[in-house]
């Protein structure tokens, strides 16, 4: 099947509804059999692990399961497992993985609360976390260890965009015994498939494109045969489990996902565009570009992109940076993205980018184009920048009249 057609179709069932088009919201905790043989025959699914048992509502009902069956025939893995939100997939699926006295890779790009997930919790039960540059420096090969356990993973990486060479970084971890485990959440199952480049483990914050329309919390590991008994013992270990109508609203989002991406994607490439011609930006960070540093790369493994990317702005100070955001109309100023919104959110590089991996010297921000029209967002952002520029024009000519002021 095309992936248009995957999405319309994969978890879906119909004929075990009573004809239903979509799987019905399924609120259970108790399962009941009818009989001692029934009972046996619901542990022994249980105990086989066959996909769509239904045994108790922790180990997931029939909605649960439409959503994972969708996610790993998208992403081309193994098997599939639904948490309450993408940081519960992460912490879940590392420590599934690590043990005391391994050594983890974590790209210092990845989303902060992984890192600090690492830092705070995983260091405490005896695990090496080291940060390393995703993009230059030293390679993987030089950093893996004896004990290295796991590479972590995020292409592009969280607000500075870096694109990873993944399947390089998948064949020496493998090489080593490490597994890869991958942030795709912006790739998403439909423009970038992580099983084809090497990939062990992929995770996905469903909150963002899967469910589409900022009304839920999800998040989604998808894993290899080799990383399935592992994750998903650890997943029930901890009692992970995610609600039914979350993930019904994630699996009606599926359905929609490549129409919207593809809005995201042009409207996004469109007012990066724009961006770029302005004289009060610095820089722009969009993977499809090709003034991006890893534009080839991303041209080689990915079939598309999203509507997320940076703005470095020319931008002296804070005040002048609120001006640009406070002018704002369209974009909303909070975190998360993937909905249907336009959103804005400052950033401050984190402590690895330094020197030619972070020459800019202006504010940044990042971006995320939602489905309004992009005319109307890049007149948005035109006011945002003439306030900028006023507020930089004040600034300059009191710095003017107070050196005038010290030399009378």
């Known amino acids: 099947m095309k992936e248009s057609t995957k999405l319309v179709c994969a978890g879906r069932h119909p004929e075990r509804f009573g004809g239903v088009v979509n799987t019905p919201i399924f609120r259970a905790s108790t399962i009941l059999a009818g009989s001692m043989a029934e009972w046996e025959e619901m542990k022994r699914a249980r105990a086989a692990e066959e996909p769509g048992a239904t045994t108790y509502g922790r180990y997931g009902t029939p909605t649960t399961h439409a959503l994972e069956e969708a996610i790993a025939a998208l992403e081309g893995g193994y098997r599939s497992l639904v948490f309450p939100s993408g940081l519960a997939a992460v912490s879940t699926a590392l420590t599934a993985l690590l043990s005391a006295g391994d050594h983890i890779l974590v790209t210092d790009s990845a989303y902060s609360p992984t890192r600090s997930f690492l830092e705070r919790v995983m260091t405490r039960f005896g695990v090496e976390v ?49 597994y890869v485990v991958m942030d795709n959440t912006w790739g998403t199952p439909l423009y970038y498939k992580p099983f084809a480049q090497g990939v062990d483990v992929s995770i996905q914050a469903a909150t963002k494109y899967i469910v589409g329309h900022s009304d839920a919390m999800l998040g989604v590991v998808t894993c290899n045969r080799d990383t399935w008994p592992l994750v998903k013992q650890t997943t029930q270990d901890m009692g992970q489990t995610a609600g039914p109508d979350d993930i019904y609203l994630a699996l009606r989002g599926l359905r929609t996902l490549e129409v919207r991406l593809q809005r995201h994607g042009e409207s996004g490439l469109r007012v990066a565009q724009w961006l770029e011609r302005q004289p009060q930006v610095e820089a722009v960070l969009h993977p499809a570009l090709p003034s991006h540093p890893g534009h080839a790369l ?72 939602g489905l309004e029209d992009p005319q109307d967002l890049i007149d948005d952002l035109q006011r945002g920048l003439l306030a900028l520029s006023a507020r930089e024009s004040r600034a300059q000519d009191q710095e003017a009249s107070a050196a005038q002021a010290c030399s009378s």
Not at 167 to 174: D, F, G, L, N, T
Not at 303 to 331: Q, Y
Not at 338 to 348: D, H, M, N, R
């Open 130 to 178: 080291e940060t390393y540059d995703p993009v230059g420096g030293k390679s993987i090969e030089e950093l893996l260890r004896p004990n290295t356990r796991v590479v972590y993973v995020e292409s592009p990486g969280s607000e500075t965009f870096d694109i990873q060479d993944i399947p390089a970084i998948s064949a020496a971890a493998h090489k080593h015994g490490a």
């Open 298 to 369: 991303w041209k080689r493994d990915f079939t598309g992109a999203c509507g997320l990317f940076s703005v470095v702005l020319r931008a002296s100070s804070k005040a002048s940076l609120e001006a640009f955001v406070d002018a704002l109309e369209h974009f909303g100023l909070g975190v998360s993205w993937g909905g249907y919104e336009s959103l804005v959110i400052p950033f401050t590089p984190g402590k690895g980018c330094t020197g030619a991996r972070w020459p800019y010297q202006g504010q940044a921000v990042r971006l995320h184009v």
